[in-house]
């Protein structure tokens, strides 16, 4: 795909295939990382892909439904979400580096499963290419207006009602000088 074609309306759907694939690349790995062992159990660097797997997961899951779909927020400032790409690409590449250093991905043994694990690292790295791929995009892209803000369902604010201090007659302390009322 040449950069030409990805213009204005085509790139909201590959932004959008884009977040797709990380979703679904980041729930991958957070559940082959899950899966690794038996019993539940984890080591620091398994815990760190489902870490960032559920990082990255929650990212996109909101970028795909309020953003995207139901308009509901408006797209996050350029800057922001270069930088945020820019933080899950870095981080899941780390976790992705320490699952695959670990001992646990060579070594099968009785309590963990060696595949499960080396999906997970698998997946992870996919997931970080996703994020490092939406990255590029939006510098390649950085100029058009479509990444400006959407049209988002905002509610009409309801107008301000001001109420007079009551005076005089309307006063519960009353005048100067009647019975209990010039006491207060």
């Known amino acids: ?14 932004r959008l295939g884009l977040r797709g694939l990380q979703l679904f690349c980041s729930l991958l790995a957070m559940s082959f990382a899950a899966a690794g062992f038996y019993g539940g159990g984890s080591t620091r660097s398994s815990t760190f892909v489902l870490l960032m797997g559920y990082t990255g997961m929650l990212y ?9 779909v139901l308009h509901l927020a408006n797209r996050p400032a350029l800057r922001l979400e270069q930088g945020t790409d820019a933080l899950l690409t870095l981080m899941l590449l780390i976790a992705g ?23 997970a690292t ?14 590029g995009l939006t510098f390649v892209a950085g100029g058009e207006s479509s990444l400006g803000h959407s049209n988002v369902q905002v509610e009409e604010p309801v107008p301000y009602h001001q109420n007079a201090t009551p005076t005089g007659a309307l006063s519960p302390i009353g005048h100067l000088n009647d019975g209990p009322a010039s006491k207060v």
């Open 1 to 14: 795909m040449t950069i030409g074609a990805v213009r204005s309306t085509n790139l909201a759907y590959v």
């Open 60 to 68: 996109t899951l909101w970028y795909i439904v309020a953003v995207e």
């Open 97 to 119: 580096i320490c699952l695959a250093a670990s001992d646990y991905t060579s070594n099968c043994g009785y309590g963990w499963h060696c595949n499960n694990l080396r999906a």
């Open 122 to 135: 698998a997946f992870d790295f996919i997931a970080m290419f996703f994020f490092l791929v939406s990255l």
